[in-house]
């Protein structure tokens, strides 16, 4: 690779102002070396003169500020990796240039323009390979309208890695998002954010709380393999929350997908959905889930459980499926194949093998269906079309 410096002198201590020039970094230390012989054959001896002077001479002649410094890299193929420029900066023999006031520029990836980057102030570094900006760096992906901002960045084309460091905050017409770091991948349109991200969404209107997030920007898609917490907002207000060991959130239409631990709190009615994998549609708002569910009210201390379930939010009404088994405050109990539970009028529909049991009095009731209300015992079973009869069991209390 080859790196072109083009600087204009500034001022040195001690030397001639040189005319504007443009040099190679490479050359930069020679030419250093030639100036400090000059002025030192130029200098009369004066055996007064005190050491301390000599100090200063050695000092400024590492130290040098220039104007209109541009920094361009190049591939093997001659296409360009970054270009940045600033209005001035100051050359180190530590840091090689420093200090860099107003810093703009691009960097490249297959000689296309990925992100441009500009900057109050930064300390710039470059290897050849990769390029580093400390200050308060912002970078503007032009295609998609990515800003991220920080306080460190680092370019590496050969991975097509670009790191933005310490305080990041992130921002496009989708997502907001602060957190510790965040990777990006510019041939991929990936984003990984890390350490104590908080990802806000516009539509849907969602917040999202974990320590690792991906963010594939042309799928509109964000991925948590990591413990996530989603809450959900309706005009800024919070309406239902979840929460999950891995989560993805499909932007574009709305649905978030719960896996590992899933868990979804509606706060109005309190109801909660427990599984190991749930379907949120948010725009239809539909609850779905394939895999064992329980579905619990908290308000009336009622649990229904199955082998796969539904919530309907917009009516209130709960449908599970498989293997039904439903809990009640009193200790009254339900199974069936199917049941269907209305929560705003708390009556339950049951369907297929109904078995209904209550403590007090102790009575179970077999039947084909069941309809009624599950919080005040008044529960109606029902045998099949074919004519069977509801079996009814009492059981004595012996001990009075």
């Known amino acids: 690779m080859n790196a072109v410096w083009r600087k204009k002198l500034f001022k040195t201590s001690r030397m001639k102002s040189l005319t504007h020039r443009a040099f190679s970094l490479c050359l930069l230390p020679c030419a250093l070396c030639l100036l400090t012989l000059i002025s030192c054959g130029s200098q009369k001896t004066n055996i007064d003169e005190e050491p301390v002077e000599n100090e200063s001479v050695q000092e400024d002649e590492s130290n040098f500020?220039?104007?209109?410094?541009?920094?361009?890299?190049?591939?093997?193929?001659?296409?360009?990796?970054?270009?940045?420029?600033?209005?001035?900066?100051?050359?180190?023999?530590?840091?090689?240039?420093?200090?860099?006031?107003?810093?703009?520029?691009?960097?490249?990836?297959?000689?296309?323009?990925?992100?441009?980057?500009?900057a109050e102030k930064a300390d710039i570094r470059q290897d050849g390979k990769q390029l580093f900006l400390k200050g308060k760096i912002v970078a503007?992906?032009?295609k998609n309208g990515v800003v991220l901002r920080g306080n460190e960045l680092e370019w590496r084309p050969k991975e097509d890695l670009m790191i933005v460091r310490n305080q990041i905050n992130g921002t496009h017409k989708q997502l907001q998002a602060v957190a510790k770091e965040a990777r990006v991948k510019t041939r991929e349109q990936r984003i990984d954010f890390s350490g104590g991200v908080v990802a806000k969404s516009v539509e849907p209107q969602l917040q999202m709380r974990t320590e690792e997030l991906t963010w594939m920007i042309e799928q509109e898609k964000l991925i948590g393999n990591r413990t996530m917490q989603i809450d959900r907002f309706k005009n800024n207000k919070l309406t239902d929350r979840g929460r999950g060991d891995a989560a993805e959130v499909f932007l574009k239409t709305k649905i978030v997908n719960i896996t590992k631990n899933a868990f979804i709190e509606l706060l109005d009615p309190l109801v909660q959905i427990a599984s190991n994998s749930i379907t949120w549609n948010i725009n239809a708002e539909n609850i779905k889930t394939n895999a064992p569910v329980k579905v619990v009210h908290r308000e009336e201390n009622i649990a229904v459980s199955g082998n796969r379930g539904e919530l309907k939010i917009p009516s209130d009404t709960v449908y599970v499926r498989g293997d039904v088994r439903g809990v009640g405050q009193k200790g009254q109990s339900i199974q069936s194949n199917n049941l269907t539970w209305f929560l705003n009028k708390q009556l339950v529909e049951a369907s297929g093998n109904v078995i209904y049991a209550q403590t007090d009095p102790q009575l179970t009731f077999k039947g084909d269906t069941a309809t009624g209300n599950f919080k005040t015992e008044n529960v109606v079973v029902k045998g099949g079309n074919s004519g069977d009869r509801v079996i009814t069991e009492i059981i004595p209390n012996f001990d009075n």
């Open 140 to 142: 503007t992906d032009p």
């Open 65 to 118: 500020t220039f104007q209109g410094v541009a920094l361009e890299q190049f591939d093997e193929k001659g296409q360009p990796i970054w270009k940045v420029n600033a209005k001035e900066a100051k050359y180190t023999k530590e840091k090689q240039i420093g200090n860099a006031q107003n810093p703009y520029g691009e960097l490249y990836q297959d000689g296309k323009i990925v992100y441009k980057i500009t």
